[in-house]
Every structure is written in structure tokens, then in C-alpha cells.
């Protein structure tokens, strides 16, 4: 143990932090935008796209209930490392699927495993975050963390997004180009899971949790876990600020990219994979980074309570530029681009206070599988608006939903006034 603990004080977080969430942000950009592209370039229709692809974030919904079992079994740092072999694998056999007849259900099945590995990938690298870095040092870190995961995003969709289209325009052959982004894909996954073998620290803290109470029931402490989180003082403004905070967001995130491909005629902007992939998964991913670098900067300044309502603001006002550009429908891409980077850093920004939220809500004994939970719920939010939002859509028309998508975000505002924040909380 006394190995351990030197072995954790010599790793600078600098060595793993960054790594372990640009690689957290692989599968689920994957899973949010990537399939949504690749889908929309096969000739999907919206409605299919958004429904079927909602689906795949069912894992990250229910992912809560199997949150105490990566704290009682094993460490977080095994979870980690063994995952990410997992999901480098899976993504390798989603390239293997887009050559077969029955490429979009065969490639939903595979998309829909790795989603269960990266969900539970995810709650081990979250409480291993939790575990390597005192408090002080998590708020200094929360930007660097949504950093680097928006970097991972950026890699994942941004040049990747762009590559599928080159190899489309040179080729012809749309099934050939996403083969190679995800054996890009694939491969940068699995150096990832190398390099953490090697760099991960090894908390000493970091070892099964079990609570003496239960007398060493892995059921009976599998359910005391969820009592302690549901009996939280002000639990449903707890439940409400999650679950609505992203509400009109997961409506709109699922029909951005594609918006921007949809001819003019249909409302959209006409744009092509390439040129997404250079206003939106490039400038707009490097826009939400520096948003979210900004934030976590804020809130270790000054505080979550004290920057909560300039940062609910940031999230959604900016929802207003999809109604612009659904209305004006500019063929201008610098301008596109500068609209997409406002709205995004707009988001990057904000989004850190539900992150420093969800810590301070999880934080305690079992704080792995309770902030499971929270992101779990977050999940909730996101998934069954985005279920019916392909098909509001196109019962709306692009202008019309983008109108109701701003409407959506008003919840959160009532719950941001209600929710209750320790003032010092995130403060360094």
C-alpha cells in the first residue's frame, strides 16, 4: 500500500487527466454525432436518425444501476484500463459493418455494445477522477478536463468528419471512407488504453467499497447506495436542475448536423460532410474547448453559486444562432462557422456548471456510483427529447423547431432559481 501511495504522488495529474478524458470523449461523440453523420450521408431519414440514434444513449441512462458494482468489484483504474480495450475493439468491428447489406441494424447493434462499455468506462474514469485529486484540485482540473474531452471530441468528429468526406468526394464510396474513420478510430483507442496501463496513477484510496453495515452484501450495499443518494436533503430540485438542464439542447444537438446538410429546399444549409467538418466538428469543437477551459477558470475563482446564472445564460441563449441561420440560411462559410463557434462557446462555457454541480451533489462516501447517477439522470434528459425530436422536426420545419428548441430551455432557468449551492463549493 505505502508503493501505492508514492507510486500516486509521483504521477502529475497533468500525466492522466487530459489523456483519460480526451479518450472518455471518443465513443460518446461517436455514439452523438459521428453515427448521426454517417447515417445522414447513407441516405437515413431524420426521423430514423434521431429515434434509433437516441437509442444508443440508453446505456448512459441506465447506467446508475449498475454504478455500485464498479465500486464494490475491483479497482476503477482496472475498470478503466480494461474498457478501453473493450471499445477499441468494438470500434473496430463498426468498420467491418459498413460493407453489409444490413449495415445500419448491424452497425446500431455493435454502436449500442460499445455504448454499455464506454457508460461503464465512463464511471470508473469519473470516481477514479474524484479519487487521484483532492477538492481544490478537482475545481482547478474541471477545465482541463472539459478540455481535453472537447480536444477528444475535435479528434473524433472534427478531422475525422472532414476525412470521411475527402475520401467520399475522391472515391465514391461512402462505405469505404467511414471504414477508415473508424479504424482510425480503433486504433487511436486502443494506444490510449496502452498508455494508461502504464501512466494511471494508483491511489491508495482507490479499492472496492463496501460498507461495514451490510455485513458484506453486494446486494444489500448495492441497494443502500441508491438509499443514500434518493434521501439527499432537496432531492427533487436535485432531480429537476439535472434533468432539465440539457432539455432543449438534446432536441437540438440531434438535428444540428443534420440542418447543416439538408438542402436549401428542405430548410437547410446545403453544406457538404467536408465543410461540416470544418464549421462544426472543427471550429465549433474548438470554440466549446476554450468555453469550457474559460468556465472551470471561473468557478475555481469565484465559486459555482456566484457564476451559476451567467452560466445558465451562456447555454442557452445562444440557441438563438440555429434560428438565424435556419431563417437567413447564409451559403457564406466563414460566417456559418463564426454563428456555429458563438453558439458552442456559448455552451462550453455554461456546461461547466452542471459539471461542478454533479460533483458537489455526488460527493461522499460513494461519490463513483452517485455521480453515475447524476449522469445518469443528465442522460434521462437527453435521451427521450431526443427520441421525438426528428420528428418534431420534421412536422416543424428547421426554422419553426429551432423556435420551439429555445422555448424548451425555460425549465432550466425556473430550476437554476430554485436549485441550492454551497457558496464556497469549487472555490479554491
Known sequence: MQKAQVKSQVKSPWQWVPSLYFGQAIPYVVVMMLSVIMYKANGIS??????????LYLPWVIKPLWSP?????RTKRWWIVSLQLVIGAALGLVALTTHLPSFFQVSLAVLWLMSFSSATHDIAADGFYMLGLRQQQQAAFVGVRSTFYRLGML???GGLVYLAGQLTERTGDVQFAWAVVFCVLAAMFLALCVYHHFMLPRPGDDQPVRDGDNNGNPLREFFATFGVFFRQRDIWLILGFILTFRLGESQLLKLAAPFLMDPLAKGGLGMTTSQVGVAYSTVG???LTLGGLLGGYVISRVGLKRCLWL?????????LVFVYLASAQPQNLVLVSACLALEQFGYG??????????IMVADGVHKTAHYAICTGLMAL???LPGMVSGRIQEYLGYQHFFIYVCLMTIPAFIMAALVKIDPQFGKQ
Not at 458494482?69 to 468489484?73: A, G, I, N, P, R
Not at 452560466?311 to 440557441?319: L, N, T, W
Open 69 to 73: 458494482f464498479v465500486d464494490m468489484f
Open 349 to 358: 462555457f455554461g456546461f461547466t456548471a452542471m459539471m461542478m454541480y454533479m
Open 46 to 55: 431524420n426521423t430514423d436518425i434521431a429515434l434509433y440514434t437516441s437509442w
Open 155 to 157: 479528434a473524433g468528429q
Open 311 to 319: 452560466m445558465v445564460f451562456s447555454v442557452h441563449i445562444p440557441d
Open 381 to 383: 434528459g437527453m435521451m
Open 285 to 287: 469543437v474548438l470554440a
